[in-house]
């Protein structure tokens, strides 16, 4: 039995850390979630983390870590049970040790994505990992939740950035780990355990994180497909011409810039009417090759092929932004919109095209939705979201739409794909990973949470009912 | 307690799974060890593999993994305690499901590592894992060691190349996980925790393991450098140059080529005098741009900060292949030397150089030795080893050998590094492991140990002691 974060409690905590409870704790991006506190401790360093936790472990009081707040499925906000205590990275911002020739850096839990960037680009480096949100987004919870993003597609997701952390265990202990090695074979890879799972095994409090050279030329295009599946032709196309030099590979739908030219008029597309299907590609390339002779290559090659019927190819760094906005502004777009039910969802590459397409049938005769379906095609990560048909309110559906989203998913995992392929559990998808998690591994999961956090106080209900 | 794997033990085993007792199973490569066994089994599948470990677990006897038994750490022999079970994965060498359009493979584990590469090869496509033993090297064992080799710079370790496992775990039960996704979150990373773990959490039967495209362009060169810091700072300019497309870049002493000069006289070299330092770049391209410009443009702009005095531009497939060969034949040339003492570290890129000098300045006022240092020098993975005077026989180290590699592995350690870059822990790190391990790493791997694997029969000696 878990015990409230009472004023008594409180008293236990070192000196300075708690902070006023305050709405912005207890909320979500989407806003259809409200958590529930009963302190807010911020810790100023790792010491007086472990002692908060240790205090917690003792007293048996559930604790909520939080990052910048920008999950998606509930993963920080805690509406059930005794009030927990929400521990905050915010005042654990530093950038540390950052070393250029090396291509490693250190940075504390709550340092934004942004300024671990920044930091990098001041240095001449890059930091390989990009999301829409990432002026917020903490890298405790990047790591927490192993965000994606755009670039997965060349670099890998939060999890391949990171060479080494420091982390407190459930029971207060520290687990010291910040190796900026490249490789290290000295037992279990207790660094990929605790990244991914959402602050319920432990709390990330620093990691070191590998940086990567600009590439020598960078090159951006937007091209028109006729289908999904010519997409992943092209796809493919372009992995045999680049070596692996696609930085991002991103489908777009009609719908989707249908919303945004709807809702941000100013925002200038490449075609008046938008076409039913494209793909935001990006290229990175050595030094000695143009990007845009290298794009102009691809499109003809892939128009002999009958892969694409039209393109930009970005001339400057103000149009390759252009584009880029376009897509960056799709979720704002859906956002205004009110989706009627998300999918973060991926599927085996081979199985992708067909979904779409069954999927998109398959809805057609369930109800009046209107579909944008975008996403990180080079990783097989689509974001699969049902709108109102025009003129009819997000709420209209409230009664259809669980067995919409069932059936979407169903459809997924028939086709060997995940029902949550970026944005993790959290506590709004702990029923889909009961039901569709193999009773092997949901087992061995259990037993590792009860071996590292017998009392389940760490971020209880997340991941694991 | 632990029971061996008698005959009566035999008889509950599935039919047909055993094996006659013969050396092989005993033998690891660098013949300093030797295992006991009471059975070997050798499961055509699945089911067999979870019956076999069912029994184990309720007999309690132990464990042993075996794959292609090339491992240098001694986790295939089991010498202490009661004769354990070896399950050999012998049988299970299909290579099922292979997708060329969505780079992705099934492999059962007791696959080589070359019949991975020739099915991929087939298909047009590459599997990116390169090891000087992959003719007898088994997807199990690789996946179990989270083996590395020389291309890890460009495409990562085994860990990199695998999207998905299957399993027994220590109680028998199979867990399920054989996903072709780039992009899954859905709960803790069993997989990751399996890979690494040396068999001593569970058997790994078979995984899903991704392929890329080939390079458009190959280009091999041996470059004459004046020191470590030299190649460390050519490595940063090709890094800038070359935007990711270098697959290999391996560090060479002279001691090395020296070795291969007296063992392998055939072999040609490009220098009649060996370079003292020298490094092994492989970059592969995409398509518009010549491998030979590259490596040109690359040689003239280190030539001019002085970091290069010489090299050779392979012209062909052959001349590529033979400075290859130059490379893969250095361990070879090491074992018909018989090194004192050979340690598989890591440093931190920022720490490699002057630990070479460091160590070698320790070393040459301890001892008589020659030392060929050589590796992966873009992972910052030294094999630093060390070998008797011209005229002195290794026996005559015997007394000296653990205060040499003491003095290595504290200076390691020192700077930040690993003492064990790709090979393991094994039973023969074990104790060092103990010594450098983070007490709270190690007591969160004991816990987990605990938890999947409570009788201990899984590898027992292995990794944790």
Redesign the interface.
């Known amino acids: 039995m878990l015990n409230p974060a009472d004023e008594a409690f409180g008293a236990r905590l070192p000196q300075g850390v708690l902070r006023p409870v305050t709405e912005a704790y207890l909320e979500e991006p989407r806003g259809r979630l409200h958590g529930k506190a009963g302190l807010i401790a911020a810790p100023r360093d790792l010491d007086e983390t472990a002692a908060i936790v240790r205090a917690c472990a003792e007293a048996r009081v559930p604790v909520v870590p939080r990052g910048g707040g920008t999950g998606l499925v509930g993963g920080q906000v805690m509406w059930d049970g005794p009030a927990p205590l929400i521990l905050s990275l915010e005042r654990m911002t530093a950038i540390r040790n950052l ?1 250029p ?4 850096l250190v940075a504390e839990a709550g340092a934004t994505l942004q300024s671990v960037h920044d930091a990098a680009a001041k240095a001449g480096r890059m930091f390989p990992l990009s999301l829409a949100s990432q002026g917020s987004a903490q890298v405790g919870g990047i790591l927490g ?2 965000a ?1 993003g755009v670039n ?3 670099y ?2 939060a ?2 950035q990171c060479l080494g952390i420091e982390a407190v ?1 459930p029971d207060g ?5 910040l ?12 660094r ?2 605790l ?3 959402e602050g319920t ?1 432990g709390i990330i409090t620093a990691a070191s994180l590998r940086m ?6 960078v090159g951006v295009a937007m091209l028109v497909v006729d289908s999904p599946a010519a997409a ?1 032709d092209l796809l ?1 196309l372009a ?7 696609i930085s991002a590979f991103e489908l777009i739908s009609g719908q989707g810039l249908g919303f945004v030219a709807e809702h941000f008029p100013d925002l200038r597309q490449p075609w008046s009417e938008p076409p039913r299907w494209s793909v935001l590609i990006e290229i ?6 143009n990007p845009s ?2 794009l102009e ?1 691809l499109f003809a090659a892939a128009a002999d092929k009958d892969l694409v019927s039209d393109g930009v190819i970005a001339g400057s760094l103000a149009q390759s932004q252009a584009l880029w906005d376009l897509r960056e502004r799709i979720p704002d777009g859906n956002r205004l919109v009110g989706a009627v039910a998300s999918h973060d969802i ?5 199985e992708l095209a067909r979904f779409i397409t069954d999927a998109d049938a398959m809805l057609a005769g369930m109800a009046d939705v209107r579909i944008n379906c975008f996403g ?1 095609l ?4 689509l974001h699969y979201n049902l709108f109102p048909a025009k003129g009819k309110s997000r709420d209209a559906y409230d009664d259809q739409r669980g067995r919409l989203s069932d059936a979407v998913y169903d459809l997924v995992m028939a086709r ?10 959290g506590r709004l ?1 702990v029923a889909e ?1 009961e039901r ?3 009773p ?6 259990r ?6 956090d017998p009392f389940g106080i760490m971020n209880p209900g997340a ?2 009912a």
């Open positions: 070393r020739t090396e291509d490693s939740t192993n994606g997965v597609l060349r890998g997701n999890r391949a265990l202990s520290i687990l010291r780990d190796k900026r090695l490249r490789k290290d074979n000295t037992g279990y890879d207790l990929d355990l990244i991914g799972a095994l990567v050279a600009q590439p020598a030329g992943l493919a992995g045999e011409r680049m070596a692996g030099c990175g390339l050595p030094s000695g090759l002779d290298a290559g991926s599927l085996p590459l081979d990180h080079g990783d097989g990560n060997g794909g995940s029902f949550s392929a970026e944005h993790g559990i998808k990973l569709w998690g193999d092997g591994r949901l087992a061995a999961m037993a590792i949470k009860s071996a590292l991941v694991l």
